[in-house]
């Protein structure tokens, strides 16, 4: 007898800073927890501008989530979640990939939400990654903060070089093609 196996997924929502991921994640998990099932929601712990204790977006819409340090902690606290919601992806190292593919592979709905390309305007990974084994692959706009057209790079305003400086409108601005002028390497 051929037995259905459970039918998990895996959704990315990616793009800029200020282009609404994780306004389009909360919107997502609000829905499933409104349609009764279980949810679970995990941030990084490096990401505390908001608070350790809730994914928020910019536009201060904000939901009940636990910070972890590490990926592997997630499958270690999800219980009989249903749908698993993880925010600011870029700053989980590469075993995120493989722990997204295995919950999907256990019939769980998971969707991940983070920066597709860093400041320099380079792929982010573990971002690229994610997106090519997803079901499906949102990419949202923001606006440029200089000339009003839509706008996919990350601006940094500051002069550091890290490839991780947490921060936000005080450090970032969205930029279009045109007008984002990328770092002098």
Request: hydrophobic residues 40%.
């Amino acid at each position: 007898m051929n037995q259905a196996k459970a039918s998990g997924s895996l959704e990315v929502i990616c793009g800029s800073m200020f282009s609404g991921k994780t306004e389009e994640l909360i919107r997502r998990l609000r829905r499933a927890e409104i349609a009764r099932q279980r949810v679970a929601i995990f941030k990084p712990a490096i990401d505390s501008r908001y608070g350790n204790d809730h994914i928020v977006s910019h536009s201060e819409q904000k939901l009940r989530s636990e910070a972890v340090n590490t990926a592997t902690e997630i499958l270690e606290k999800i219980g009989d979640a249903q749908v698993i919601g993880i925010d600011e992806a870029q700053f989980f190292k590469e075993d995120l990939v493989a722990i997204c593919n295995t919950l999907a592979a256990t019939g769980r709905r998971v969707i991940v939400a983070g920066l597709d390309m860093d400041y320099r305007g380079k792929p982010f990974e573990p971002m690229p990654q994610l997106m090519a084994i997803a079901e499906q692959v949102t990419k949202t706009q923001a606006i440029c903060m200089k000339c009003g057209e839509p706008a996919s790079y990350t601006q940094r305003l500051t002069q550091a070089r890290d490839r991780v400086v947490v921060g936000a409108k005080e450090m970032y601005e969205a930029r279009c093609r045109a007008c984002y002028e990328p770092p002098e390497e």
